[in-house]
């Protein structure tokens, strides 16, 4: 018993241990939101690396957009998803938009408008189209998928001297390539209803001696290429004989680079410079041909009666054009371009009349 008694007094006399502290590492510490200045650096790297990213988003969608136009190809929806936003998610498409919109204006006076939609011709074209206005998403306006880079530059700055033909291959084939399309798209825009067929546009291009050749290269490989780009469309539709007619009609880069202003450029070009009278007469058959009025005078002119050129790549933006073009040409309206254009083919038959007489009378 008094063993058991002092091994008791014993156990009472010792202290107690005190508890063991559990070390914190390095990263549980920085992980800890117990520091306000860590938290804080966190959310500006965050910010960093989104304002980072949306710099590069716009950079590659302003080299996308001058590498198409280099090639005369349409900036579409699917290859900007592809190429500018994956693998990131396609949200910031508005924002990028917008200042890639800037970036080209400021750096380059350009834009990037919107292309229109390829018109429906033959009957088959027309039928889908009224199936399609059916559904349930036929009478909502669908957003663009494709856009083509126009000049922000005033008109009196859209020179030759300013605006060069392209250099590639050299500038003298593409000279001569602007020169032709602007030729065709405005014998396709003068013709009947929009529509020209292929033997007046042949005797056309006979005339201007481009019949066959056209700067070295042979008129048919030409009409493709413009047909390849957008500049023109080739419609075959076959008849109730079983006949198959061909037609051309302005395809959409057409109707934006070249459109009512480039037409009416060319024809003065052409036409213009004598009295003042004749001047007159000319700007009243362009109303009745085109379908609008004083159609692009000031700006092919200028306020300084400089005059621009006929069409091509230096044309005007689009957004101006579209302004005075009517959303739907009437039936009647097409009729009175028919009759413009014949009254000046008339004419034309009778210079060329009156110049064979005087060569024969010499």
């Given amino acids: 018993m008094p063993l058991v008694r002092k091994r008791r007094a014993q ?13 914190r590492s390095p990263s549980s510490r920085a992980s800890s939101p117990a520091s306000a200045d860590g938290s804080t650096q966190l959310d500006g790297d965050t910010h960093n690396n989104a304002a980072s990213s949306h710099e590069q988003m716009v950079k590659k969608l302003v080299r996308l957009a001058l590498a198409s136009e280099y090639s005369r190809q349409p900036l579409r929806r699917a290859d900007i998803n592809a190429k500018v936003f994956a693998p990131a998610s396609t949200r910031a498409f508005k924002p990028v938009f917008a200042a890639a919109q800037a970036a080209l204006g400021h750096t380059f006076g350009m ?57 590639a291959p050299s500038a003298a084939p593409e000279a001569g390539y602007v020169g032709l399309y602007t030729f065709v798209v405005s014998v396709i825009s003068l013709s009947e209803g929009g529509r020209c067929s292929e033997t007046k546009l042949e005797r056309a291009l006979r005339r201007v001696n481009a019949g066959e050749f056209v700067g070295g290269e042979k008129t048919e490989r030409a009409l493709k290429r413009m047909e390849r780009e957008g500049y023109v469309v080739k419609v075959r539709e076959r008849e109730a004989g079983g006949e198959e007619s061909v037609e051309w009609v302005v395809g959409p880069r057409g109707r934006v680079e070249v459109g009512e202003v480039g037409v009416a450029g060319l024809v003065r070009g052409v036409y213009a410079g004598g009295r003042e009278r004749d001047v007159e007469g000319l700007e009243r058959r362009l109303e009745k041909s085109l379908g609008v009025g004083k159609v692009g005078r000031g700006e092919i002119h200028g306020e300084e009666g400089q005059e621009g050129e006929g069409g091509g790549r230096a044309e005007g933006s689009a957004e101006e054009q579209d302004e005075r073009r009517p959303a739907r040409r009437s039936s009647a309206r097409r009729g009175t371009r028919g009759a413009g254009v014949a009254g000046e083919e008339d004419e034309e038959r009778e210079e060329g009349e009156e110049d064979e007489d005087g060569d024969g009378e010499d």
């Fill in 11 to 23: 156990a009472e006399a010792s202290p107690t241990p005190p508890p063991a502290r559990r070390r």
């Fill in 111 to 167: 834009t990037l408008t919107a292309m229109p939609t390829k018109e429906k011709i033959t009957v088959s074209q027309k039928r889908a189209a009224q199936r399609a206005t059916g559904t349930s998403q036929g009478n909502v306006a669908a957003s663009p998928t494709a856009w083509i880079l126009t000049s922000t530059l005033p008109a009196k700055l859209r020179t030759s001297a300013i605006l060069p033909p392209p250099k």
